[in-house]
């Protein structure tokens, strides 16, 4: 029998077939709210921060709330797949090498494990040397980088953020570093793929286009 295709981290692209996961507030937000109060509350909201409620909203039966930093919803083995993309960067790095070592866990022996994250080399690269005769300047980098908070926050505006925006990065990472993460997971042979390439299933659904340009993509098998 087949066993489980995970997408930890999934958002409102979620993939037929595959358990998506996610543990976003919003996300909550819509699993407990009735549908004519959901459509209440976009109405009040700004109309940039509307179309993060109303995704969900529209993906919410589709979904799995749970928090991968504290576990995975399956038995050891049960898996043939995982599959997590922009999601690492959004936890401490302790949090990651937990979360990785849970995929190790929940997959079967030979079940391939997928991280896509973006790609900090490629970044400090348009920092130091340009692209396109450009060159990032130090304010473009940190705030490309999402690593740093340019100012404080009001209150309001922060619970807005933690509820309907992507939250800050916490840790960031180009091949190697991610290779060593995963290395130190219990994956002793991760490898670098390109976009929509590699031996994860249905990657025609799973990677993003429009994350195509800023990512790196590694795969390692159980």
Partial sequence: MSGVRLNVGAGAATVPGWLNLDASPTLLVTKLLPSPLLGALAAILPVSRRGALQAYARERAHLVWGDARRGLPLADGAADAVYSSHFLEHVRRTDALRFLRECHRVLRPGGVLRIVVPDLRRL???????????????????????????????????????????????????????????????????????????????????????RASESIYLEAAR
């Avoid at 400090?124 to 040397?129: D, H, I, M, S, T």
Wanted: charge should be negative; charged fraction near 30%.
């Fill in 124 to 210: 400090a690269r348009q920092y130091l040397e340009g692209e396109g005769g450009r060159r990032l300047t130090a304010d473009e980098f940190l705030s490309a980088t999402m690593l740093a908070e340019p100012e404080r926050p009001r209150l309001v505006a922060r619970a807005l953020s933690t509820f309907f925006d992507r939250a800050s990065h916490l840790w960031m990472y180009d091949v190697a570093s991610l290779s060593a993460l995963l290395c130190e997971a219990g994956f002793p042979e991760p490898r670098e793929h390109a976009f929509r390439e590699g031996l994860a299933p249905d990657l025609e659904q799973l990677d993003l286009a429009e």
